[in-house]
Nanobody, 126 residues
């Protein structure tokens, strides 16, 4: 059974940091690119960051470049995806989703991703 489970969301003040985690199991995620997306109330889901299968290549949305950092790690049967979020702003408030796609290269569109987590809420107050 494929599972992507996010954690680490919360309510924090602007300017602070949060680290999101995602545990992916049930498939050979070690050879799959992965990404983070977010969806704010009343808005469409948008790309945040992506990483290729090896961790050697990353992509970021312009709105988070220089503040957010994506990384990945692996253990037996589970791949871990992280999103370090620094200098958080109220406009970063959203539900953040972890996703995995078929293929090894980092994609930037939601339609490329096949497996999704349930999301974790991030709320930033000023």
């Amino acid at each position: 059974q494929v599972q992507l489970v996010e954690s680490g969301g919360g309510l924090v003040q602007a300017g602070r940091s949060l680290r999101l985690s995602c545990a992916a199991s049930g498939l050979t995620f070690s050879r799959a690119a992965m990404g983070w997306f977010r969806q704010a109330p009343g808005k469409e889901r948008e790309f945040v960051a992506a990483i290729n299968w090896s961790g050697g290549s990353t992509e970021y949305a312009d709105s988070v470049k220089g503040r957010f950092f994506i990384s990945r790690d692996a253990a037996t049967n589970t791949v871990y995806l992280y999103l370090q979020m620094n200098s958080l702003k109220p406009e970063d408030t959203a539900i953040y989703y972890c996703a995995s796609k078929l293929g090894t290269w980092a994609g930037v569109t939601a339609s490329e991703y096949k497996y999704w987590g349930q999301g974790t809420q991030v709320t930033i107050f000023s």
